[in-house]
C-alpha cells in the first residue's frame, strides 16, 4: 500500500482548492491501473495565520506503486497549484506503507497539525527519519500538512465503535467545469433546502435556516459547485444528487475530521495560548457589551484569572445568546485564543444566576424606596419605612441551562454541530 499525501495547492487570490488536485490526482492513479480505497481530507488547526480558509490537507489511500505514485502526483501539482501567488507552497510527501501502518513520530506530528503550530523543519526531520519521499515548491511549507494527512488515519474509519475509536466524517464534494471557474454559479435554492430536509440531521451544515443561506455552495472562485457534509456516505450522496444545479464536472468522496472539535483541547485560563483551541470553564465577570461592529465582549473568570470572550458579528444570531448571558453565570466556551482573547464556537451554560439584588419596594405603598444616603439604606418618602439594604427578587431569563453554537454560516469546518450529539448536556442546536 501506499499513501500519498498533499496540501497547500490553493490561493485565497485565484482560487483552486487542494480537494479538486487529489481528485485529478487519484483518477490518473486508477487510469494508471492502481486502485484508490479512500481520500482523506484533514482540517488541520484552524488557528495558523498562514492557511487559506478551510486549511485541508489530503491523503490518497492507494495500491499504487509508491514511486508513480510520487511521480503523478508531482506532475499534477506542478501543473495546477497556484504558485502565482508567493503565499501559496505545496507539498508532497508519499508513503510506501499501509495508511495504518504509520510509526508513532508520524502519528504524533499528525495531532498537533490539528492542534500546535509546527515549522517545515518538523516536517523534514520526521520525513528524513520515516524515509518518505517529499518534494515541495517555495518554501515547501505544504509538506506539514501533506506529512499531517499521511498520519492522521488511524484504520477505524467513519461510525467505528469503541472508545479508542477516531471520530471520522464525510464530505461528498462536486466540482465545475473548468471554464466555469470565477463565474457566479448556477445552482437552484429551493432544490437546495430541500434536499437538505431530506437527510438532516445525518447531513448537516448544508443550509442555514436562520439567514437563509445555501452553506454547502462556496463564494470563492476555485472548482468547488458544493459540498455536501454528513455522518453517512450514501446520505451525502443523495442530497447532492437533488440539487439542481449547473452541470457537474465531476465528484469526489472524502472521508474527513470534519465536524468533530478535534482542533480542541482541554485547557484552564491560566494556560490557554494564542493559536490554539481550547475548551475551559469559568464564571462571567462582566456584563456582554456590544462594541462597534456588532461584535459582543465579555470577561471570563476562573479566580483571579479573567480572559476576555468574543462573539464576532459573523456569528449571527449566537450574539443574542452571548447577550442574555449575567455576571455569576458559570459557563464552559470553546474557541480559539487569538491576542488573549477567546473567539467564541460554542458556550454551554452550567449554572445560571436566578436572582439578582434590587431597590426595595416599600411593603406598605408598594412604591420603590429611595436612597436614604451613603450607608444609610433606603426609605419610603410617603410612608416612612426604610429599608437597611438591597433585597433579592427573582430574576427571568432568556437563557436555559445547555450548549448553544453559532450559526451553520459561521461554523468552522472542524467544529462539532451540536446536531451531531455526545455533549454533557442539553443541546440547542442550530440549522
Not at 461584535?295 to 476576555?308: K, N, P
Not at 456569528?315 to 474557541?335: N, P, S, Y
Amino acid at each position: 500500500m501506499t499513501v500519498v499525501g498533499l496540501d497547500d495547492t490553493d490561493s485565497r487570490e485565484y482560487g483552486m482548492c487542494t480537494t479538486y488536485v487529489a481528485t485529478r490526482v487519484a483518477e490518473r492513479l486508477r487510469r494508471a491501473g492502481a486502485a484508490v480505497e479512500r481520500l482523506l481530507l484533514v482540517r488541520l488547526n484552524p488557528a495558523v495565520e498562514y492557511k487559506t480558509r478551510g486549511n485541508a490537507a489530503l491523503a490518497i489511500h492507494t495500491d499504487c506503486d509508491p514511486g508513480l505514485a510520487f511521480d503523478v502526483a508531482r506532475d499534477e501539482l506542478e501543473r495546477t497549484a497556484e504558485t502565482a501567488d508567493e503565499r501559496t507552497n505545496p507539498g508532497l510527501v508519499v508513503a510506501d506503507h499501509a495508511p495504518d501502518a504509520t510509526s508513532r513520530s508520524v502519528r504524533e506530528f499528525a495531532r498537533a497539525a490539528i492542534r500546535e503550530h509546527l515549522a517545515i523543519a518538523d516536517a523534514e526531520t520526521t520525513i528524513a527519519d520515516a524515509g518518505y519521499r517529499a518534494w515541495g515548491a517555495g518554501n515547501g511549507r505544504g509538506r506539514i500538512g501533506a506529512l499531517a494527512a499521511i498520519g492522521s488515519w488511524d484504520g477505524t474509519g467513519p461510525k467505528a465503535e469503541g472508545k479508542d475509536a477516531a471520530d471520522w466524517t464525510y464530505e461528498y464534494i462536486s466540482y465545475r467545469d473548468s471554464d466555469r471557474w470565477g463565474t457566479s454559479r448556477t445552482v437552484d435554492r429551493e432544490s437546495v433546502f430541500a434536499a437538505a430536509e431530506s437527510e438532516y440531521p445525518d447531513v448537516w451544515d448544508t443550509v442555514d435556516r436562520g439567514e437563509d443561506e445555501m452553506v454547502c455552495v462556496p463564494h470563492t472562485p476555485g472548482p468547488i459547485l458544493h459540498g455536501i457534509r454528513g455522518d453517512d456516505s450514501e446520505a451525502v450522496r443523495a442530497v447532492a444528487g437533488r440539487i439542481e444545479s449547473e452541470p457537474v464536472a465531476d465528484a469526489q468522496l472524502f472521508v474527513t475530521n470534519q465536524g468533530t472539535d478535534a482542533h480542541l483541547r482541554a485547557g484552564t485560563l491560566e494556560n490557554v495560548r494564542d493559536g490554539r483551541a481550547y475548551r475551559v470553564d469559568g464564571t462571567v465577570a462582566s456584563e456582554p457589551e456590544t462594541r462597534r461592529g456588532g461584535h459582543v465582549f465579555f470577561t471570563l473568570a476562573d479566580g483571579d484569572v479573567e480572559r476576555e470572550c468574543a462573539a464576532f458579528e459573523p456569528t449571527k444570531r449566537f450574539r443574542d445568546r452571548v447577550r442574555a448571558l449575567r455576571e455569576g453565570d458559570r459557563i464552559t466556551v470553546c474557541g480559539e485564543c487569538s491576542r488573549g482573547t477567546l473567539k467564541l464556537e460554542k458556550v454551554a451554560v452550567r449554572d445560571l444566576v436566578t436572582t439578582e439584588r434590587v431597590t426595595p419596594t416599600c411593603e406598605a405603598c408598594g412604591r420603590t424606596m429611595e436612597s436614604a444616603g451613603r450607608n444609610q439604606g433606603y426609605r419610603c418618602r410617603d410612608c416612612g419605612t426604610s429599608a437597611a439594604g438591597r433585597e433579592e427578587a427573582p430574576l427571568e431569563r432568556d437563557l436555559e441551562a445547555g450548549w448553544y453554537e453559532v450559526p451553520p454560516c459561521a461554523r468552522r469546518h472542524i467544529a462539532k454541530p451540536l446536531v451531531r450529539g455526545e455533549f454533557d448536556g442539553p443541546i440547542h442546536a442550530e440549522r
